[in-house]
């Protein structure tokens, strides 16, 4: 019979209940998701509080470390319930620096249980019990631990904001469930930006747009293979619908293309006058560093491109 395979933390804390859950979700975003947004609250709660306590104990350790060498001299030697008690908090704080991926103090931990047990990964060397000894470790790892998390900056996203960050919906449900999944990645993509200020929103839904166009042209009837539509400028795409256009609007005989209805032409050439605003006001500019646009700027054209979506999905224009 085969082994079942381990369970992940996620299944885990669906096992133990609400407040595990959150814990471990928490663990998970350090090791794992850097796109994940975590509350202050939880920092403090699951980061900060395991921190202080750990260096508060090795603060202790210390104090005890100086006291001893102080009574008895730096021969002192520690208890095996002392060593005992100082592995537990060495193997506590190995935890935490592995989690928030903190290698120096890492480093200082795997030393500390060389001395403590004797054992290195290539053979076992004398064990080293001396406070004076210890004590200068566990010191080097407070300075190692402090500068370490010094260097693990975070950016604070106000609560309007935070709502942007990982949504699925920018521009509405109906046209992320109709999206290809690279469609998908670029409306995330623009809200990330948008979450933290990034005037390079613009450029991600220029790109959303982009997608849509390159859905578009097949429906109004321009004749190019899908691959060149892909690789084709917004330009040779804007022209050859407008061409397609002016077909229907005057029609040759003998033309091999079917001339499109008056409904379509009205709609089609609504897009068309829709997408070369997109080009002329954003698109041509930011492709070519021209722009600067501020978060009231990236709003304004979200909700453009998302009106503008939102008429392609309505009207069975295949976004995927």
Known sequence: MRKPPPLTDLQKAQILGDDVQKQLAFADFRQQSPQQLTSLWDMIQFAGREIA??????????????????????????????????????????????????????????????????TTFFRNAPIERRYSILENYFKDMSIAVEDELKGRKFICVPPDKARLWEQEHLLGPKVTAAAS??????????????AVDLNTAIF????????GIR????????TMSKRKI???????????????????????????????????????????????CFKDLWRNDVMHMRGDYDGNEANKVKDHVKAFMALLESNGVPLK
């Open 230 to 276: 892909s690789q084709a400028a917004w330009s040779v795409l804007i022209e050859s619908m407008e061409a397609r256009i002016r077909e229907s609007k005057h029609p040759q005989k003998g033309a091999t293309t079917k001339p499109l209805k008056p409904g379509q032409l009205k709609f089609f050439r609504g897009l068309l006058l829709n997408i070369n």
């Open 181 to 194: 999944d690279e469609l998908n990645i670029e409306i995330r993509a623009a809200g990330h930006c948008m």
């Open 53 to 118: 306590d750990a260096l508060d104990a090795v603060k202790a350790f210390r104090d005890r470390a100086d006291k001893a060498v102080a009574q008895f001299g730096p021969a002192a030697v520690m208890s095996e319930d002392e060593a005992a008690e100082c592995e537990a908090l060495n193997e506590k704080v190995w935890g935490l620096s592995v989690r928030l991926q903190l290698h120096r103090t890492t480093d200082i931990c795997v030393i500390v249980d060389c001395s403590l047990t004797g």
């Open 204 to 211: 991600h839904l220029m790109r959303i747009v982009e997608c």
């Open 215 to 222: 859905a578009l042209a097949p429906q109004i009837g321009v």
